[in-house]
């Protein structure tokens, strides 16, 4: 048995052995951690990915600290990134700025005196960030993955979701939020009497446009939300909403068509724009800005903003620190400026080389597992292998990083550096709309603790961020890497064969190329997965969606089966490493790894939020449900449970990969 000192203690020590693993691998895995573990006061909920984010937080900070000392004679890079800094923390220019920050935006609102008028300031609000009513942005066209094309979504609630304005679920939120707007307008100096019936007014307008839109497991369907117009059919069809005169004031270049998302949505907006009183209207987008806005104002409206959305909503006790917060702007708005740096102190070239041969790995069992999957026919398994073999990974960082050249970054004005970084980005979008797509984009910032795989492009991508313990550790033997990040990396590759990626073919273009024998019986697997992902009840009367999660539960499935496959074919490429640890096989190791980055304790009013809101299933179910359907883990775990044959014969394992 080989000493473990070579490998991070905390592996073991976040155990609870006494727990028998076949009955609850959750508690097995990870019982000591959650215990010893807390949601912190300033915190809504607290996890492994939470423990990486707080390291990357504190380097980020003394970046920018950095920064900010050496603002007045670095390199622009450094001056930007400075300013920003100092414009976040200096809460003194905050408090006595008041509401002057938006005052441009509500004298805008006041002089409105028509329709017309309205439509106007709308644009203009969209020009500089902020998202009433609808939002407009580019991406690859989904039939033309090689040009960006403009998107219009459904858009305008300040809940986290139209269930919260019609579930009798939310009811008491809904309450809060009523007294939330219109303390807030009292705050602005509206009369009492007032601000209660703007409140009143506001929760209608947002309860009917959450009436009208679709729901969240509608709007995963990549089908239904790609919808051309042309551009000169655009004010015909919708007749109120000036769409064509919208874009124009958004700088979009000419175009043939926009992709509206969601039609019937757009439709009652032009009905209900034209129907409503202005008044209530103004109201509305008065609303809007003091939102999106709040958090960055003076301390009596960014407490009743947390108040509201931190507190009542989530359960959170209390603000992070100012500089956390500081932190988020900056990695938010010109994150990969900020990135550029994060990545030349803590990103190494070991660990992209030793992240590209665990990616091949794994490749390579998904293609095996390509060539055999046993519900896919010949003509759809060649297909799938083309587009498998056109995959591209990205690791760490962009090779060229963004360029922010015009992008005005003042010391003492953080909201106004907000609103220029925002319309700096609104014009890049807008800007690129009929253009070639740029395939060295990158969708996250490099400090950023997660990964993706995009359909557009076909490519999973690692950001620097989460190449880190406990996701990935140079010190730390095979099957701990391939349980956590292998893991990831085969989660993010089957992401391109469930049941919204496999309709995208090897270009990246949405394209029926599945044979409607395999679609069925991929349907068959898919419908068990929902109903066992919707079988689990996270609290009383609160069940995982498992339509909404369908996706993730797919690739949580093939990430555990593939990675584990990746991981022995390793142990026998080199026998030594497959070694038992304190008591521990290499396998063992494997799947407690892959648990224990799902560690996680949350607020109860977080995990309901997150239930309906969340594409992923809470995190004790993705620890155990992939686990538990995985024909290996009883086999390893089989001296826990005296009666393995029983267990066996009373399970049914979806074999989907």
């Not at 609000?125 to 998107?151: I, W």
């Not at 929760?203 to 919808?227: D, P, W």
């Not at 003509?379 to 005005?408: C, M, N, S, V, W």
Request: charged residues 30%; negative net charge.
């Amino acid at each position: 048995m080989e000493n473990a000192s070579t490998m991070n203690n905390d592996f073991f020590s976040n155990m609870d052995t006494s727990v028998n693993p076949l009955e609850d691998f959750y508690s097995f895995s990870c019982g000591r951690w959650l215990a010893r573990n807390p949601v912190p006061p300033d915190k809504s909920r607290w996890g492994a990915f939470n423990e990486l984010m707080e390291t990357n937080m504190n380097r980020l900070r003394e970046i920018l600290e950095d920064c900010d000392r050496h603002a007045s004679y670095g390199d622009i890079k450094t001056k930007m990134l400075g300013n920003f800094y100092r414009s976040a923390m200096d809460t003194g220019i905050i408090e006595r700025a008041r509401f002057q920050p938006i005052s441009e935006y509500l004298s805008d609102l006041d002089s409105v005196q028509s329709h017309e008028a309205f439509r106007k300031v709308v644009t203009k609000l969209q020009r500089v960030g902020f998202t009433p009513f609808f939002r407009v942005f580019t991406s690859n066209d989904y039939r033309n993955s090689s040009v960006y094309s403009l998107y219009i979504y459904q858009g305008g609630l300040s809940l986290p979701d139209r269930d919260y304005y019609l579930k009798e679920t939310f009811s008491e939120i809904r309450k809060y939020y009523s007294e939330h707007l219109s303390r807030m307008f009292s705050l602005l100096g509206v009369r009492k009497d007032i601000a209660e019936s703007s409140a009143v007014s506001i929760l209608e307008i947002e309860t009917q446009i959450a009436k009208n839109s679709r729901s969240r497991v509608e709007l995963r369907e990549a089908g239904r939300n790609y919808n051309p117009v042309e551009f000169s059919k655009l004010d015909k069809m919708f007749p109120h909403l000036g769409l064509a005169e919208h874009l124009r004031g958004l700088q979009v270049p000419e175009i043939e068509f926009a992709v509206i998302g969601q039609p019937e949505y757009f439709e009652f907006l032009s009905g209900f724009l034209s129907e409503s009183p202005l008044e209530d209207l103004k109201l509305y987008l008065k609303w809007q800005v003091l939102h999106s806005t709040s958090p960055f104002l003076f301390s009596e409206v960014e407490q009743e903003n947390f108040d509201m959305f931190a507190r009542k909503l989530l359960g959170q006790k209390s603000q992070e620190p100012r500089w956390k917060k500081a932190v988020d702007i900056i990695d938010s708005t010109i994150g990969e400026m900020l990135g550029e740096k994060f990545v030349e102190r803590y990103f190494t070239n070991e660990a992209r080389e030793r992240m590209a041969v665990m990616v091949d790995d794994i490749k390579s069992v998904f293609l095996e597992r390509l060539k055999k999957v046993r519900w896919m026919g010949d003509k759809t398994r060649e297909r799938a292998i083309g587009k498998f073999e056109r995959f591209r990974t990205k690791i760490g960082h962009p090779e060229k990083f963004r360029d922010y050249t015009g992008l005005q970054i003042e010391p003492d004005d953080i909201l106004g550096n907000i609103i220029r970084a925002h319309e700096f980005e609104m014009k890049r979008q807008m800007s690129r709309a009929g253009q070639k797509v740029n395939r060295d984009e990158w969708l996250m910032t490099p400090p950023t603790v997660n990964a993706y795989f995009s359909p557009n492009d076909n490519e999973i991508v690692f950001p620097a961020g989460i190449l880190q313990p406990p996701f990935f550790d140079l010190n730390a033997d095979d099957a701990i890497n391939y349980g956590a990040i292998g893991a990831v990396i085969s989660h993010e590759i089957t992401h391109g064969y469930d049941d919204q990626g496999r309709r995208f073919d090897e270009n990246g273009n949405l394209s029926d190329w599945w044979s409607p024998d395999d679609e069925a019986r991929f349907r068959k697997l898919a419908d068990e997965v929902v109903k066992l992902y919707s079988s689990a009840e996270v609290l009383p009367g609160f069940h995982v969606n498992g339509e909404l999660t369908l996706g993730e539960n797919i690739a949580d499935i093939g990430g555990v089966s593939i990675a584990f496959d990746a991981l022995n074919r390793r142990l026998q490429m080199d026998p030594s490493l497959n070694k038992t640890i304190k008591g521990f096989t290499a396998q063992q190791r494997f799947f407690i790894s892959f648990a224990q980055i799902w560690r996680c304790n949350s607020l109860e009013s977080t995990t309901k939020m997150l239930l309906t809101v969340d594409t992923h299933s809470p995190d004790m179910i993705r620890a155990t449900l992939p686990v538990y359907n995985h024909r290996e883990f009883w086999e390893c775990f089989q001296s826990y449970f005296e009666n393995k044959a029983k267990m066996d014969a009373d399970r049914n394992f979806i074999e989907i990969w």
